[in-house]
């Protein structure tokens, strides 16, 4: 073996000079430590051969051995070393027959070889290879703590328009990371980006698309009519006007006023009773038809309006709520919202003429409901291609006057917006008030006075008598009035919140008609210097018509808020007037009884 052969080496290059006697001793300490080192030797090795991929932890060097290393000779290990090095770069040592590593203390290890057993018993392992290869350098990419994973975009449009289209279109997808994401050009944040930058940089066309394909100023068509790249292919059946009255510019006034009334809400059902829901009954001025539809179908119409008519901002239905929506509290409160809703599109100039509109509302067959149905649903004319349905003046509309007329109404929706916040918390308030406190206020001054009468029943007098009455009649009304406060609260301020609700709901929309219209705006201002005069002329002109149907329902929704408003605070105090008489007058007849 190797260890014997290097001890055999050992022992001849000893100097000599010692006794017979001596020397024999020393031969006999050799073996000794011989057998004790194979004997360790085999202790260590056997456990790496059984599991190679899975190295053990390395034993401390036995002191023998230690001691072993003394006996070698300086040249000799040096010769050992240079061997073992020699296939290993130097960095791990072949296996000589001795350890082969400088005298240390006691403290330090020891490296056995592995020229045989390949195993490195628990040293550092050599780096592979490919290893620059499979990790970024950090100067070409810095790492990035692993804790944070922000979502892929902040972008509402991402999250709701996202298609396997987008995904065969997008080369990488965009990473948790900061880093990662600037590496991918084509990252949806990069697209947000563009967008926010009005797209400063469009290419070289003449008139480029927006890059970003899931802003609405897109996805409803208005930068394709803007573009002149509407296409269509059905003829147009729906046609509105705007026109210039008296200097105002207004959509074409309603030649034919109708009304439509919501009543009779009744619970049907369906499939022999394992679905129900609540139907109302819609009858109509202008056909004297009555047909029946369930809130599902007003959510439809609600969405195909809002989807062709981008620039009319489209009242708000009442909210869907499932938990006790049989209730007659519930089902009376959505039929004065659904009224409400059913008035606004009955006044306006454009919705109250609209084909969606007058199907949902005279339709009664069933079969033709379905087809009506589906035409809504396949009609071309949406969004920007729904521009070509409008007549406009001929007269060019001046860019800088539009803005400040645009910015005048937002700031005057913004401001109303906050004041009928305002207003609607204080009428909730005022009316928890009137249906708690007051009315047990009045009550509980009602059974003082029950309690007071109780104690004149025990005189037998003429005048007592006469007093006894008084104050049971004064309990009496007293509790009376008390239920009329609650009433009051139902039937006087309770339209006045839900008019406010009507109203809140549909400005919210206007923010984004604006923000589309500026969009148009901008789009236009980037393609004049790249158009010719002609191509100019006719965005121009494309520009203009959307310019009048946002002025002319700009118009509409100023006056319907001034309407709105006279009608509804005016009933209200009407109505408040009436109230407080009536309780005057229930405490003017019972002050009578005590003279």
Partial sequence: MLFTSSLRKAVENYPGGQSSDEAHRQLLERRRKQMLRRHTCSTLIKPAAESSSSPKKRAPMPMALMEEEEVVPRHQ??????????????????????????????????????????????????APAYQAAAHPSATSLPEVPRASYPALSNNDDFDDEWSDEDEEHEPSRPSATTTTASLASNSRRDLSRSHSEHGADRGSSKVNKNINRFSNFVKSGVEAYVIGDSKTSSPISERHEVVINQGIIQWKPIQQYYTCVVDKPKKESKLKGLKSFIAYSITSSLTNIQVSRRYKHFDWLHEQLSAKY?????????????????????????????????????????????????????????????????????????????????????????????????????????????????????????????????????????????????????????????????????????????????????????????????????????????????????????????????????????????????????????????????????????????????VASKLGQLSARYD
């Fill in 310 to 582: 981008i620039f009319i901002p489209i009242p708000p239905l009442p909210e869907k709520q499932v938990a006790g929506r049989y209730e007659e509290d519930l089902i009376d409160h959505r039929k004065h919202i659904l009224q409400l809703w059913v008035n606004k599109i009955c006044r306006h100039p454009v919705l109250s003429q609209s084909e969606v509109w007058l199907h949902f509302i005279s339709c009664t067959d069933e079969k033709d409901w379905k087809s009506g149905k589906r035409r809504a649903e396949k009609d071309e004319y949406i969004g920007g291609s729904f521009l070509n349905c409008i007549t406009v003046p001929q007269q060019p509309l001046d860019p800088n006057a539009v803005d400040q007329q645009v910015e005048r109404f937002q700031r005057s929706v913004k401001t109303s917006e906050e004041a009928m916040r305002v207003m609607q918390e204080r009428m909730n308030m005022f009316q928890k008030v009137f249906a708690g406190p007051v009315k047990q206020n009045w009550q509980k001054m009602g059974s003082a006075f029950k309690t007071l009468q109780q104690s004149f029943e025990i005189d037998e007098t003429v005048a007592s008598r006469r007093l006894t009455d008084a104050l049971a009649h004064t309990a009496s009304e007293y509790h009376e009035i008390g239920q009329v406060f609650d009433a009051h609260t139902k039937n006087d301020m309770e339209p006045v919140l839900e008019n406010l609700y009507s109203y809140k709901g549909t400005v919210q929309n206007v923010p984004d008609i604006i923000h589309v219209h500026k969009q148009a705006l901008q789009k236009f201002r980037e393609s004049e210097g790249r158009l010719s005069s002609m191509e100019a002329e006719k965005m121009k002109q494309r520009i203009d018509a959307m310019s009048y149907a946002v002025i002319a329902e700009i118009q509409h929704q100023t006056a319907e808020k001034v309407e709105d408003l006279k009608s509804t605070m005016g009933t209200y105090l009407k109505r408040q007037a009436a109230f407080y008489q009536d």
């Fill in 77 to 126: 290990k040096d010769e050992h070393r240079g061997k073992g090095a020699g296939g290993t770069g130097g960095k791990h040592v072949v296996p000589p027959p001795l350890p082969q590593v400088a005298p240390q203390s006691s403290s330090s290890s020891f490296i056995p070889p592995s020229r045989n057993y390949n195993d490195d018993w628990g040293a550092e392992p050599a």
